[in-house]
C-alpha cells in the first residue's frame, strides 16, 4: 500500500536551516504531484509547497523565497529546504501525494524557538 515517511524535523533557532525528507512506497512515484503541509496547534492543515511531475513549483505566500522543494524520482523521495525560519513555521509538517483521494505521511515536528 501507499506509505509516506518524513523525517528531518527538530529545534531550530531563529534564523536557521532544517531539510525535511518524504520517503514513498508502494506506488509508482514519477509523474505524481507530491505536497508538503503543516499544522500549528489550533490552527487547520495549510499548503506549504507543490510540486507536479514535471517539477512545477507552488509555494505558499508564508514562505516564497524561503522554502524550496524538490523532488528524486529515482529514490521516490521529495524534500524541503526550509531557510531563515521563524516561530511561525513551528508546526508538524506532512507530506501528501495525489494519489486517489490522497495520501498523507505520519508528519514531523518542526520546532523554531531560541
Known amino acids: 500500500q501507499v506509505q509516506l515517511v518524513e523525517s528531518g524535523g527538530g529545534l531550530v533557532q531563529p534564523g536557521g536551516s532544517l531539510r525535511l525528507s518524504c520517503a514513498a512506497s508502494?506506488?509508482?512515484?514519477?509523474?505524481?504531484?507530491m505536497s508538503w503541509y503543516r499544522q500549528a496547534p489550533g490552527n487547520e492543515r495549510e499548503l506549504v509547497a507543490i510540486?507536479?511531475?514535471?517539477?512545477?513549483?507552488y509555494y505558499g505566500d508564508s514562505v516564497k523565497g524561503r522554502f524550496t522543494i524538490s523532488r528524486d524520482d529515482a529514490n521516490k523521495k521529495i524534500y524541503l529546504q526550509m531557510n531563515n525560519l521563524k516561530s511561525d513555521d513551528t508546526a508538524v509538517y506532512y507530506c501528501?501525494?495525489?494519489?486517489?483521494?490522497?495520501?498523507w505521511g505520519q508528519g514531523t515536528q518542526v520546532t523554531v524557538s531560541s
Open positions: 508502494g506506488f509508482r512515484f514519477r509523474g505524481y504531484t
Open positions: 510540486i507536479d511531475g514535471i517539477d512545477s513549483t
Open positions: 501528501k501525494a495525489s494519489i486517489g483521494s490522497g495520501a
